[in-house]
């Protein structure tokens, strides 16, 4: 596609559950980024994945958040036994091969809510 | 490790007047870059403009330009001709030859007024 692609937009789970949302980056891109956004705050860093490189993992908040990357290119980020403080704006972003000063593009997010 | 620091968390403006919003950031690398991305109310994350730290020149981008300060480690983004269509959060970002992750500041909410 023309750009990064989230999916759903928005998820309303009730506590407890497991949900997945999904990032499909930008064609050709080998870096992915998750970030996540709490309303009306800044960009929380979860994860890194570059190319066949182990993913840089130091921003998940607790064992209950993991992220894939299959056949480096779609990515999935599942969160386990869902909290309310787990409701924000997910956010992904890719960029060609994660060359420094090389331009992510971010998705529109997915929008978590926790009941 | 990297911080990117915005002390700005609100800044308002009229338009057609210019703004300038502030950042400041820390690395121990020769090699990097510097951005402002803009996330309208829409939350699309849209670059502005990026600066090479290997570059002197301060970058501009039509009504957007910076003001890269190295030693001081100072990054401001100045917005002339502010339009009601520039009102978002503003986050600068960074990212190191090393490091290849891009870390934001905390943002900066820009409202431009009539």
């Known amino acids: 596609g023309a750009g990064v692609s989230q999916s759903p937009s928005n998820k309303v789970t009730e506590k407890g559950k497991d949900v997945e949302l999904r990032c499909d980056p930008i064609?050709?891109?080998?870096?992915l980024y998750w970030y996540r956004q709490s309303l009306g705050q800044g960009l929380e860093f979860l994860i890194y994945?570059?190319?066949?490189?182990?993913?840089?993992k130091s921003g998940l908040p607790s064992d209950r958040f993991s992220a894939e990357r299959t056949g480096g290119s779609v990515s999935t980020l599942t969160i386990q036994r869902t909290q309310q403080e787990d409701s924000a704006v997910y956010l992904c972003?890719?960029?060609?091969?994660?060359?420094?000063?090389?331009?992510?593009?971010f998705g529109q997010g997915t929008r978590l809510t926790v009941v | 490790a990297q911080t990117v620091t915005q002390s700005q968390p609100e800044m308002s403006v009229q338009e057609a007047e210019t703004v300038t919003l502030s950042c400041t950031y820390d690395?121990?690398?020769?090699?990097?870059?510097l951005f402002w991305y803009k996330q309208p109310p829409s939350r699309q994350m849209i670059l502005v403009i990026r600066?090479?730290?290997?570059?002197?020149q301060n970058a501009t981008e039509n009504r957007f330009s910076v003001n890269f300060q190295k030693a001081a480690k100072s990054f401001s983004l100045k917005i002339s001709d502010s339009q009601l269509g520039d009102t978002a959060m503003y986050f600068c970002a960074s990212i190191t030859g090393t490091a290849s992750k891009l870390t934001f500041g905390t943002g900066t909410r820009l409202q431009v007024t009539l």
């Open positions: 600066q090479e730290a290997y570059k002197q």
């Open positions: 972003a890719s960029s060609f091969q994660g060359r420094s000063g090389t331009e992510a593009f």
């Open positions: 690395t121990s690398e020769n090699n990097y870059y």
């Open positions: 064609s050709g891109h080998t870096a």
């Open positions: 994945f570059q190319g066949n490189s182990a993913p840089d």
